[in-house]
């Protein structure tokens, strides 16, 4: 296909946005780099470049920060002058880095210096675009886990979540295939988000999941977590995400492999109190004597609440026995009181 550039007003591009940046750069970072280029002997304002790319004025600062990391822009006078005024970025610090581990079998490893600490995340990680590139220019597997994650989101990565996977494999130590299984984790689950993923990743490194089995069984656990809390949050009827806390008695309701149906049906027998609002320590209770007498299935619940109707009928003598399904028939509120302070506080 032959396609020709028409005569008109042109301005120089470096080579090197096209050979090896324009895989790296996002959508307004391109556009922000096109409009400084094409009007760079012009004095302009965040707020100028904003409004004629149609970005935030954030984007214009992440962008020139973007480029000038790539050598692309400078402050100086050595590529064309693009004069910004009152928008240059902050100048960001410099990532303090641990020391290198002494991988030696014989060496003790050696303490950080005291102004040292670890990454916490691929923010503190010094890698320019440009290093980027060269890194999936010489490393094979790289490359291949950024197409495979690229197919599997539909789009192009951008700059950020490159730098946090490279960050995983040459600071955390994973394999990128188990970086790759990491992102259809989280693509399927829709949490693809670099904080997220380098949490999950952080989690791997310091429990030693850092083989394809132990990352498949870890991932097939937080899969079959994720649909346990999102049937629970549909059951309570609950807008937002779950606390700590209440997350805390969905892990443990999942661990003790409590079915749905029993745990709504220990949740219909806290609706009766007088302010009829979901107690998960009430019904975290309730279960757990559950588990302690041994009833796993409707039918023992049924049992258990005609026990102890026989037993109130026989001690009280003019019991009624309270209609089948009633949601607090095996619980009384002696029982609830036990429950909810156990140590009589």
């Known amino acids: 296909m032959e396609i020709y550039l028409k005569q008109g007003h042109t301005f120089p591009v470096p080579v090197t946005v096209a050979d090896n940046l324009l895989k790296l750069a996002s959508h307004d970072q391109l556009k922000v780099l096109l409009y400084l280029l094409c009007h760079a002997e012009e004095p302009l304002s965040a707020e100028t470049v904003a409004q004629n790319c149609k970005v935030l004025p954030d984007a214009v600062e992440e962008a020139i920060a973007f480029w000038q990391d790539a050598n ?50 691929s923010s503190q990680f010094p890698l320019m675009p440009s290093e980027i590139a060269a890194r999936i220019r010489e490393n094979q597997t790289i490359a291949e886990m950024f197409r495979g994650v690229e197919s599997l989101a539909g789009r192009m990565l951008n700059n950020t979540e490159m730098k946090s996977m490279i960050w995983m494999h040459e600071y955390l130590g994973l394999e990128p295939d188990l970086i790759l299984m990491l992102a259809a984790y989280c693509l399927q689950n829709d949490c693809f988000h670099v904080r997220y993923m380098e949490k999950v990743a952080i989690e791997w490194q310091e429990r030693g999941v850092m083989t394809h089995a132990l990352v498949e069984e870890d991932i097939r656990r937080r899969t079959e977590s994720h649909t346990f809390t999102a049937k629970l949050m549909k059951l ?32 219909e027998k806290t609706r009766n109190q007088n302010d009829d609002k979901l107690n998960f320590k009430y019904l975290n209770g309730i279960l757990e004597n559950w588990l302690k ?17 026989a037993a109130r009928k ?4 003019n019991a009624k026995k309270p209609p089948e399904g009633s949601s607090n028939s095996s619980i009384d509120m002696d029982v609830y009181e036990k429950i909810m302070n156990p140590f009589g506080t």
């Open 72 to 121: 692309v822009l400078s402050n100086t006078q050595e590529l064309p002058a693009v004069r910004l005024q009152n928008t240059a970025p902050q100048q960001r610090p410099a990532p303090v880095l641990p020391p290198p581990r002494d991988t030696s079998a014989t060496s003790a490893a050696p303490q950080p210096e005291p102004t040292a600490k670890l990454q916490s995340s």
């Open 236 to 267: 309570f009827e609950m807008k937002r995400q779950p606390t700590k806390l209440q997350q805390e008695f969905f892990d443990r309701w999942q661990q003790q492999g409590w079915s749905m149906e029993m745990i709504q049906l220990a949740y």
């Open 293 to 309: 007498d041994g009833v796993r299935t409707a039918a023992d619940a049924a049992k258990q609440d005609d026990a102890h109707y």
């Open 314 to 317: 026989k001690t009280q003598g």
